[in-house]
C-alpha cells in the first residue's frame, strides 16, 4: 500500500494553481511501477518521495516520462512531509537529479531553493513562431525550455498554439512570458513533448523566468503570475545562483494505492 495524496500548489484556493500527486514510499518500486502510477494519476506531475532514506530522494513523473526537475511537484511534496511526517521541522532537504533542492516553510509559504536558469538568446527557431501563430520579441534557451518573450500581456493571455506543432521542439518545453501591469511578469508554460499541452503553474520554469526579469527589471524579488485557466501566484527571489520560489498550496484528496 502507498499513501497518496493531491495537492493544488501555487495557490490559496481549491481547485486553482497546479495539481500534483504525492506518493510516499519505503521502498522503490521499478521504474515501469512509477510510470505506470503517473499514468494512471493523469496529472502533469505525479512526485515520490522515499522516507527510508537520508537525504530523502524525490522523482517526479508526468503521465509518459520521468523529468529533471519539477516545482510545483516538490512544493506539494514539502506540504504533505510538513504536515504529516515533519510536523515540527521547518526545513527539510532532497536529493533529485537536479541536485539538492531545499523546502523551507514559513507560516502557511514554503519557499523552494532551486538551482537558478539562465537562459541564452538565441537566434531564432521557425517552430516557435509557427507553433505560436505569431512573432515574438525575443527567443531564448534555457536548460530545458526555449522562451518566448512577448510584447505585452494581452498576447500571452490570447495565445492559441499549434500544439502538433510546438511538439517537433528539441526541448522540454515552450514557455511565454512578457512585462505584467498589476505583477512583475506573466506567464504561459507549454510541454507537449511530454503529453502536457499547458502546465498550469511550473515552478521549474520560473528557475529560468526570474532569472530573465531580474535581469531586465534589475530586481532580485519578483512577483509572478501564470495565466493559464486554473493559475497560479508565485515570489521569486534571486540568492547567490539559487532561486527562491514561494508558493501556497491547498490539499484536496488523500487515499492509499494498492498494487496487489
Known amino acids: 500500500m502507498i499513501r497518496i495524496f493531491y ?3 501555487f495557490t490559496k484556493e481549491l481547485f486553482k ?16 511501477t512509477l510510470q505506470s502510477i503517473a499514468f494512471e494519476n493523469n496529472l ?3 512526485a515520490f518521495v522515499n522516507l527510508k532514506e537520508d537525504p530523502l530522494q524525490i522523482r517526479w513523473f508526468t503521465p509518459t516520462l520521468e523529468v529533471e526537475l519539477c516545482g510545483h511537484a516538490t512544493l506539494a511534496t514539502a506540504r504533505i512531509l510538513f504536515d504529516e511526517y515533519f510536523k515540527n521541522e521547518t526545513k527539510i532537504s532532497f536529493q533529485s537529479k537536479s541536485g539538492e533542492l531545499i523546502a523551507l516553510q514559513k507560516d502557511d509559504m514554503i519557499n523552494l531553493d532551486f538551482p537558478i536558469d539562465h537562459p ?3 537566434e531564432s527557431e521557425p517552430l ?4 505560436l501563430k505569431c ?5 531564448l534557451k534555457g536548460r530545458s525550455d526555449y522562451l518566448a518573450i512577448m510584447a505585452s500581456e494581452k498576447d500571452i ?25 498589476e505583477f512583475d511578469f506573466i506567464s504561459r508554460c507549454f510541454y507537449p513533448q511530454t503529453g ?3 502546465d498550469p503553474v511550473t515552478g521549474s520554469a520560473h528557475c529560468m523566468l526570474a532569472t530573465y526579469w531580474s535581469e531586465k527589471l534589475n530586481k532580485k524579488k519578483l512577483n509572478a503570475y501564470q495565466a493559464s485557466p486554473r493559475g497560479g501566484y508565485l515570489q521569486c527571489e534571486i540568492s547567490n545562483e539559487r532561486i527562491i520560489l514561494g508558493g501556497l498550496s491547498k490539499r484536496y484528496l488523500e487515499g492509499t494505492i494498492n498494487l496487489n
Open 7 to 9: 495537492v493544488d500548489a
Open 17 to 32: 494553481g497546479n495539481p500534483a500527486a504525492v506518493c510516499i514510499l519505503e521502498e522503490w518500486p521499478s521504474d515501469d
Open 44 to 46: 502533469s506531475e505525479t
Open 120 to 122: 541564452t538568446v538565441i
Open 128 to 131: 516557435i513562431s509557427e507553433s
Open 135 to 139: 512573432e515574438p520579441v525575443e527567443i
Open 157 to 181: 493571455k490570447n495565445l492559441q498554439p499549434d500544439f502538433s506543432l510546438m511538439a517537433k521542439l528539441n526541448s522540454r518545453g515552450l514557455v511565454v512570458s512578457a512585462e505584467s501591469s
Open 196 to 198: 502536457v499541452d499547458e
